[in-house]
């Protein structure tokens, strides 16, 4: 059995390898006079396989965020280091693998092979057309390939033997369990102005000098980016796309159901084990012994467990008459079910619905008109880039096609006009002087090419500048160290043993609370302030003028019998062993790189950089 999981295991992994070959399909080929990008012992790096491994990486960032990633973005998010010491590690086990003489056989390799369903017909057995096809996709010749697959298996053998069987020791996974299931229960007063007994004098102006000095961060103008930009939309060229009223009607024809809505209830149904109780139950609803909601608590149901939305005729089946005979707020039944016999009760009637295509045709106009848009601006995206690489300017942009430019001064935190895109936000995050505009994707179907003028760095506002601010700030202030000042004997009291009331104050109370929970209406600072206490303790949180009266009363450990939190500590056990397993796995590629030696060829890897600009 553990063979055979082994060689499935294998074959995955032989999948993942003919996967990232074809992830890099389109990849310029860099085997022109260097064929490495450098070497771990005799082992080299194929300057290909680095190629295609970055730009799978990339792709797949760009699907997991939505948003284009460029090799800059890639360099400063540390992605084109990481596949390098990824393709490092892998020379490393290839190396030790051959100095070891670990080998699969042709029997094996033959065997896997036949295995792999991306190369089977419709048969389900080894269609050598479809493998062959699959090996150009790839870009690779079947000796390649099959070479990359004894590769890949023994390194999968050495892999495993060093990183099988890691469990994670008890003593890291309790104090971890105690940290994230640990509950606790709280009570706290909150004492705002109105609470405060005395007024508050008027700040002197020494008084706010000290604020707004203590306070810089808050009266400091964010890094600024002057950016010019040149940007078309869909929405710009819409009403330039011509929709004939064939293409309309053909539309309005393929959705009719949408346009046509029969007549609708809306309804709720409670079942029950047989007819007689369903009857049973009617009985007293008509009595008025009981009513049809009543009924559903009785039954440790909500009306939402009973609720079936809006329904047509053909939903209900052999119920449909009765239902739809009944008025607003009737119960009627016993009726069948596909869950049984039960009580239907009809809250509201839905008249039919229909939409003329004369009505519609408005909302398809402009949805068909915004696809041809959409495609007419992807038309149009070669020659914009053609023009930027002649040299045109954004501005030249705006005055020969039918892009917009405009300016900003953009700074983190913006979303207004061309910033409420993501794409331009983050390209905007990205951009550097010595960056050249490029045309980029929209959301929408739009695109855009922005340009750096300049950077203004932050500055310090003046107190004058900011001095409604500054006094707000400052009272805040004054009214929470005021509050602290006035209940300072009552907090004593508290921790001495008195309880809220005893005080007078009135109180709110959670309990179960974990480290990552959330309570509503409480500072940033609450969970944590209430973690760092012991049982009975108080402690005086300060926010935006209020102070919280937090008082610990009861800490419990986690109940690791619940179903919820086997799951975690079961999951916690599994990722501690998996970042054991890597650890050990990355001790061992650097000690066969140590042994092995290693060289980076920088020239090979700018020239695959270049192929990405």
Do not use: C
């Amino acid at each position: 059995m553990a063979a055979k999981s082994i060689s499935k295991t294998l074959v995955w992994i032989l999948m993942g390898l003919l996967i990232l070959g074809l992830g890099g399909f389109g990849v310029t080929n860099l085997s022109g006079g260097v064929s490495s990008i450098g070497s771990v012992g005799d082992t080299k790096i194929d300057i290909n396989d680095y190629a295609r491994a970055l730009q799978s990486e990339m792709d797949a960032r760009q699907a997991a965020t939505g948003e284009p990633m460029t090799l800059q973005q890639a360099r400063q998010n540390g992605v084109t280091d990481a596949v390098l010491a990824r393709m490092i590690a892998t020379a490393a086990l290839d190396d030790e693998t051959a100095r070891l003489g670990i080998s699969i056989g042709d029997e094996n390799l033959r065997r896997q092979i036949l295995e792999i369903q991306g190369f089977q017909g419709i048969n389900g057995t080894f269609d050598r057309e479809a493998y062959a096809f699959a090996l150009d996709r790839a870009g690779l010749s079947e000796t390649q390939f099959e070479e990359n697959m004894r590769t890949e298996s023994a390194r999968a053998i050495l892999q495993g033997a060093v990183m099988a069987g890691i469990t994670a020791p008890e003593g890291y996974i309790r104090p971890l369990m105690t940290y994230l299931a640990e509950q606790r229960d709280a009570t706290w007063a909150i004492l705002d102005r109105a609470d405060l007994q005395t007024g508050l004098p008027d700040p002197t102006e020494e008084e706010l000098k000290a604020y707004h000095q203590s306070h810089l961060p808050d009266f400091t103008t964010p890094t600024v980016k002057q950016i010019t930009y040149a940007y078309l939309t869909p929405e710009m060229i819409i009403d330039s796309v011509e929709v004939d009223e064939q293409a309309l009607r053909e539309t309005y024809d393929e959705r009719v159901e949408e346009y046509r809505q029969p007549e609708r209830r809306l309804v709720e149904r409670l079942v029950f084990a047989d007819s007689d109780s369903a009857s049973a139950a009617l009985a007293r609803i008509e009595n008025g012994e009981i009513g049809f909601e009543a009924l559903v608590e009785e039954r440790g149901l909500s009306l939402a467990d009973v609720d079936m939305g809006d329904v047509a005729r053909d939903d209900l089946a052999a119920g449909s008459d009765a239902v739809f005979s009944a008025g607003v707020g009737d119960v009627v039944g016993p009726l069948d079910s596909d869950l049984g016999p039960a009580l239907f009760r009809v809250n509201a009637i839905l008249a039919a619905q229909e939409t003329t295509f004369d009505e519609a045709e408005a909302e398809l106009r402009d949805e068909l008109a915004s696809g041809r848009a959409r495609r007419v601006i992807e038309t149009r995206i070669s020659g914009i880039d053609d023009l930027l690489a002649g040299g045109a300017t954004l501005e030249d942009l705006g005055a020969e096609t039918d892009m917009q430019t405009g300016t900003l001064d953009w700074h983190p935190g913006m979303s207004d006009g061309i910033a409420a895109y993501a794409a331009f936000r983050s390209a905007a995050e990205a951009v550097s002087d010595s960056d050249y505009p490029e045309v980029m994707d929209l959301d929408d179907g739009g695109i855009f090419a922005l340009r750096l003028d300049k950077v203004i760095d932050p500055e310090i506002q003046p107190l004058d500048d900011v001095r409604p601010a500054v006094v707000a700030g400052w009272r805040q202030q004054a009214t929470a160290e005021a509050l602290k000042t006035q209940a300072e004997a009552q907090i004593e009291e508290l921790r001495g043993g008195a309880g809220f009331d005893d005080l007078g104050l009135e109180t709110q109370s959670a309990s179960d609370l974990t480290r990552q929970g959330f309570q509503p209406g409480t500072p940033p600072g609450f969970i944590e302030t209430l973690f760092g206490m012991d049982k009975d303790d108080v402690s005086v949180i300060e926010a935006d003028g209020r102070i919280f009266v937090l008082r610990l009363d009861d800490i419990r450990a986690p109940d690791t019998d619940t179903p919820e939190l086997e799951a975690l500590q079961a999951g916690l056990r599994e990722q501690a062993a998996s970042g054991l397993s890597q650890d050990l796995f990355q001790i061992l590629a650097n000690n066969i790189r140590e042994r092995a030696g290693l060289t980076i060829d920088q020239q090979a890897i700018n020239a695959v950089h270049a192929n990405f600009q």
